[in-house]
């Protein structure tokens, strides 16, 4: 079962409006992960926030995260073409025995000039 | 450096047939795991590595082998493909395991888009 649920799953914005991206999860974590992915391309780690951390900024990203409701925020401010990508939040997990990352079913962005 | 690589990009196979995808890293990372991504799916992980001579089994292994005989190595085996396993198929690497700590950056590949007839 996938842990981490983006929402939405799909958003149509125009240039130089923001993205926000939304994430739950299910269980406790030490930290989650945002990920990107161009078409056809594999995934590119964005920002990783602990879980003793409330907000984390990279350039035009802005993280935040909320322990007590499990949910985690991306946003992309004054937003590019080139920001055209699938997002993932990614939580880490020790279940069932295995040591891994698992990943939502993504929000897919697409930015318009 | 060139990161994680993985060969080959395409690949189309008939039913029963069997292949190795190849995954190799040179940062000297410990861990390393393989994904499969289906179409509006997030990635699931088929099998993974915390070190040379180590693997374990991910959520979906049925029909995967692996193994680690080196830090920078870290092949996959499809036995007998059946068309259930078309997919994209990512391998990725990092210093610690995902569970660490501290947590660590994903280090991935391009993918092997492969097709099962």
């Known amino acids: 079962s996938q842990q981490g649920e983006e929402d939405p799953q799909a958003l149509s914005i125009q240039e130089g409006e923001n993205a926000t991206m939304n994430c739950s999860y299910k269980t406790s974590i030490n930290n989650l992960q945002w990920y990107r992915q161009n078409s056809g391309r594999g995934l590119v780690h964005l920002i990783l926030i602990r879980s003793n951390e409330r907000e984390k900024h990279s350039g035009r990203l802005r993280v935040t995260l909320d322990t007590s409701k499990k949910s985690s925020s991306l946003l992309i401010t004054a937003s590019r073409a080139a920001d055209t990508a699938s997002y993932f939040c990614a939580t880490p997990s020790f279940s069932g025995g295995y040591n891994k990352l698992i990943f939502g079913a993504g929000t897919r962005l697409a930015v318009h000039p | 450096n060139a990161g994680v690589t993985q060969t080959p990009k395409f690949q189309v196979l008939k039913t029963g047939q069997s292949m190795t995808l190849q995954c190799a890293q040179d940062m000297n990372h410990e861990y390393m795991s393989w994904y499969r991504q289906d179409p509006g799916m997030g990635l699931r992980l088929i099998h993974y590595?915390?070190?040379?001579?180590?693997?374990d089994q991910g959520e979906v292994p049925n029909g995967y082998n692996v193994s680690r005989s080196t830090t920078e190595d870290f092949p996959l085996r499809l036995l007998s493909a059946a068309p259930s396993q078309t997919s994209v198929y990512f391998c990725?690497?990092?210093?610690?395991?995902?569970?660490?700590?501290?947590?660590?950056?994903?280090?991935f590949g391009p993918g092997t888009r492969l097709t099962v007839l």
């Open positions: 990725a690497s990092s210093s610690y395991p995902p569970s660490s700590g501290s947590g660590d950056t994903q280090y």
């Open positions: 590595s915390v070190g040379a001579g180590i693997t």
